[in-house]
């Protein structure tokens, strides 16, 4: 049974800062279809489309038919536990440093057997077990054997605390806090356990609604955070750069419209200031130090949050500069993923459908609740998940994005929803 992890002591200044060595990542270029599921949140293996044969490691030609029509298609991951080892020693740089690591082999019900790093409440074999797939610290995705019943505190699991980027006992930035998003952001992050929340204002003599309440809360401190202004950001950096762990980018300037509909460029400068400008100026002062940190003990600087838009992946013309920003944050954030990826943090780019909040007053549900959203971020930091689709509205626009881009396109700019 996996024990509750306790609250780590203070970093002694005098020893030294770890350096991230990430795990083997060579994969093929087939193998990244594993990968792609796995960064939202899913296991899925190649089906043959003549045989019906699943397969594993992934491959170009089916094992039994040798047919080239393979698709990835969802697993249960449900299997046996045919024998388990513990592993002591290794000559590689990312696992000498997190001995002892135990794995174990894996009859799956759907057929082929698999290697898995088993979470430690898993028993000795032979044992029922469910495998899923998530990504490590390199980005990969690699499988994990899982208990077959959950357990109160099996989120403490040091393998699976590796893996993912769980708030307990992280010191995490919100940039705003005014917002009915950003609030409902704190209070879940708190709820999840987050030792430290700041929270972002960027003016901080107005008396808003909740922010007195969220004051309040022990966790919480507010400090001032104004995006568009390079000096509050690169303040805000040598104030807190170096102990923040998560950061979660939800400031956004969010107004209706496109182009025909106003004059000027003044709304669309100020949407692009904050959306996109912002996120690059918060990027260029926080990302090195979190890089730095990201092997630093159990709470490690660990993910990147950015709150982006279902809109990026294709224009809604009645919020059409809102999309553009957005898809230009979509499109730097990618940038961002890269750049962090050899430190091993995480960059978790969030797509919800349009939130209920005012600027979506008069459009018809469903729309997102934001304790909803806050929920779905908070999952995909435990789960380890890099992208993120809150909302049945965001999951039906990415389905149909998916089919035919060009069609999603014509049937929106035809008055589609």
């Not at 599921?37 to 038919?65: I, K, M, S, W």
């Not at 019943?149 to 940039?175: I, N, Q, W, Y």
């Not at 209070?187 to 987050?194: D, H, I, P, Y």
């Not at 430290?196 to 001032?224: N, R, Y």
Request: contains cysteine.
């Amino acid at each position: 049974m996996t024990m509750p992890l306790m609250r780590p002591a203070r970093k002694n200044p005098i020893l030294r800062t770890p350096q991230m060595n990430l795990p083997p990542s060579a994969r093929s270029r087939v193998a990244m279809g594993l990968t792609a599921a796995a960064a939202e949140g899913r296991f899925e293996l190649q089906v043959c489309q003549d045989c019906a044969t699943v397969q594993y490691p992934p491959r170009e030609a089916c094992v039994h038919c040798v047919s080239p029509r393979l698709q990835w298609r969802a697993q249960t991951g449900w299997g046996q536990l045919l024998a388990s080892t513990t592993l002591h020693h290794s000559n590689d740089l990312f696992f000498r440093e997190r001995l002892p690591w135990r794995l174990g082999m894996v009859a799956l019900d759907a057929g082929p057997s698999v290697m898995v790093h088993l979470h430690s409440d898993v028993g000795d074999a032979p044992c029922r077990l469910r495998v899923g797939a998530r990504l490590d610290r390199a980005g990969q995705a690699v499988l994990i054997g899982f208990p077959e019943k959950e357990s109160e505190h099996m989120a403490d699991d040091k393998m699976l605390r590796e893996m993912g980027s769980d708030p307990k006992f992280r010191k995490v930035l919100v940039t705003d806090g005014k917002t009915p998003v950003g609030q409902a952001m704190v209070r879940a992050l708190v709820k999840a356990g987050a030792d430290i929340v700041w929270v972002g204002h960027a003016e901080p003599w107005k008396k808003l609604p909740g922010l007195s309440e969220l004051a309040a809360l022990p966790q919480v401190t507010m400090l001032p955070l104004d995006l568009s202004n390079e000096r509050s950001v690169t303040t805000l950096a040598g104030e807190i750069g170096g102990k923040v762990d998560i950061v979660i980018n939800n400031a956004e300037v969010h107004r209706s419209h496109g182009i025909g509909n106003r004059t000027g460029t003044d709304v669309a400068r100020m949407e692009m200031e904050i959306n996109y400008l912002g996120l690059l100026r918060l990027s260029q002062a926080l990302g090195p130090a979190l890089r730095g940190r990201a092997a630093d003990g159990v709470t490690h600087a660990c993910a990147w949050v950015n709150l982006l838009s279902i809109y990026a992946l294709s224009n809604f013309p009645s919020h059409g500069t809102y999309s553009a920003s957005k898809a230009a944050a979509y499109s730097l954030s990618q940038c961002l993923r890269a750049e962090m990826r050899p430190a091993g943090i995480r960059v978790v780019n969030v797509f919800p459908g349009p939130i209920d909040d005012e600027w979506n007053q008069n459009m018809p549900p469903p729309k997102l609740a934001p304790d909803s959203l806050a929920s779905a971020v908070v999952k995909a930091l435990r789960d380890g998940t890099e992208d993120v689709y809150p909302g049945d509205v965001a999951h039906e626009w990415l389905q149909r994005w998916r089919e035919n881009p060009k069609v999603l396109e014509r049937e929106i700019a035809a008055g589609g929803t």
